[in-house]
């Protein structure tokens, strides 16, 4: 009689001390057993973050008797060798250089959302975010070069563009982005989201539903939606529904992650991220983490139960276990999937991982209207991603001049200036 092994594998997850990213990771890792025997190695340079998170992952494991193996370690390039997998999820100085892109700009003028993954502070991210993941390229090259890296920080769009256009790293980058637009249409369809289906293609936090369809039936829902949404709260997601009553397609995701990219973006709100509120939560949850490890706080069920919309862990198990599994949507180097949008430039579209890696599903050219207001924004990351790979200031005031958030020359050269100089100790040249 043939005796099966299951396959195994190791997954290196950067930027472990993460603890948002690094919990949903860990909810949908440690509730299947799909990955057992596996080995997980945690890295994170701050090492206080990875002993917490290490410990988190190992009650979790037990808890939810996934069998996997855990390690840890604050040595990269240690944990790369053999490795199959590789999730990112560093971010460099977070909350502190992202207040500096969203305040900076607004102080000379500009008007915008986020200041994330448009707009002067996308080009900032991507200024200071592009060098380290060329190092974590370079390290996989050398030590793991069939590993697939998952990318899952921001700026997503250009941290894809730049690998698929400058390395031969495997890359994927994974948003949650389409769940959220399913949910904003959901509250006006009033139906729950189980029974709603959504396809997008498009561009990460601006990608247009081609589909949307009941479930069970199949049925297009767009003819319900653009009924119920004629008299639904009118303060409900303005932006959004107005680009959706103009150019036919519902946008995804969100007022502000989308209006980050548009110079009207700010009347879908301008009041930016709540970094105070972020670093309440962040308290409080690192806080129940301690008291879960200590066993002074019982575990909370939502740990014990798949995230939402998040799919790295669905990822790794479709291509290690070849079942050809849909992935509602991935961020990957266009090369044609979106036939009538640059072939350099990271497009999100539906994706089927399998043991041969993870391939694009093309839902054909996107509506002549969209693709013109995408190709803006095309425009705008191709010339960030040049401006990161070489370092180069006089390409990074090109990228704020052609970029629609900016509204003054002026301006521009100002932000510039300040932000530049804030960034200079992580700005150097990618190859």
């Given amino acids: 009689m043939a005796v099966t092994t299951r396959k195994t594998t190791k997954i290196v997850f950067l930027g472990a001390g993460s603890a948002a990213f690094g919990l949903s990771m860990y909810r949908d890792l440690f509730t299947t057993t799909e990955l057992a025997g596996s080995t997980l190695t945690l890295v994170d340079t701050n090492p206080a973050a990875l002993d917490r998170m290490t410990a988190l992952a190992r009650l979790l494991n037990a808890k939810g008797d996934a069998g996997l193996i855990i390690e840890q370690t604050t040595d990269r390039r240690a944990a790369l060798q053999g490795a199959e997998f590789v999730v990112n999820s560093v971010a460099i100085d977070r909350n502190r250089l992202w207040k500096l892109d969203f305040e900076v700009p607004k102080k000379h003028g500009i008007r915008h959302t986020l200041g994330e993954n448009g707009g002067p502070g996308g080009l900032f ?32 769009s250009r941290v894809v563009l730049g690998l698929g256009k400058y390395t031969k790293v495997k890359t994927l980058g994974l948003c949650h982005g ?176 399998d043991a041969a890696g993870v391939h694009p599903v093309s839902l054909g050219p996107l509506p002549d209207p969209v693709a013109k207001l995408l190709h ?12 990161a ?21 002026d301006a521009a050269v100002k932000i510039l200036d300040e932000l530049w100089e804030a960034n200079r100790p992580y700005i150097r040249p990618c190859v």
């Fill in 376 to 387: 803006v924004q095309a425009s705008v990351q191709q010339l960030s991603v040049e401006a």
């Fill in 125 to 156: 991210f991507t200024l200071r975010t592009l060098p380290l993941i060329f190092d974590f390229a370079r390290d996989i090259e050398e030590l793991c070069p069939e590993a697939q890296f998952i990318n899952l920080s921001n700026p997503e």
């Fill in 389 to 409: 790979v070489h370092a180069s200031k006089d390409l990074a005031l090109q990228a704020l001049l052609i970029d629609p958030v900016v509204n003054s020359t």
């Fill in 178 to 353: 389409i769940f959220l637009a399913r949910w904003f249409i959901c509250q006006i369809l009033g139906m729950a989201e189980k029974d709603v289906e959504v396809w997008g293609a498009g561009l990460n936090h601006f990608q247009w539903l081609m589909h949307i369809r009941d479930k069970e039936s199949g049925r297009d829902l767009y003819p319900l939606l653009r009924e119920r949404e004629k008299t639904h709260d009118p303060a409900f997601t303005p932006l959004t529904r107005r680009l959706f009553n103009s150019f036919g397609l519902w946008p995804t995701c969100s007022d502000d992650h989308m209006g980050e990219y548009l110079p009207y973006g700010w009347e879908g709100g301008e009041h930016g991220f709540d970094f105070a509120e972020d670093e309440r939560g962040r308290g409080i949850l690192n806080a129940l983490m301690d008291g879960t490890i200590a066993g002074t706080t019982p575990v909370p069920d939502d740990w014990t139960q798949p995230s939402w919309g998040e799919r790295a862990v669905q990822v790794i198990a479709g291509v290690l276990h070849n079942q050809k599994r849909f992935i509602e949507s991935g961020i990957v180097y266009n090369q044609g999937a979106i036939p009538n949008l640059p072939p350099d430039l990271a497009v999100e579209v539906p994706l089927l991982a």
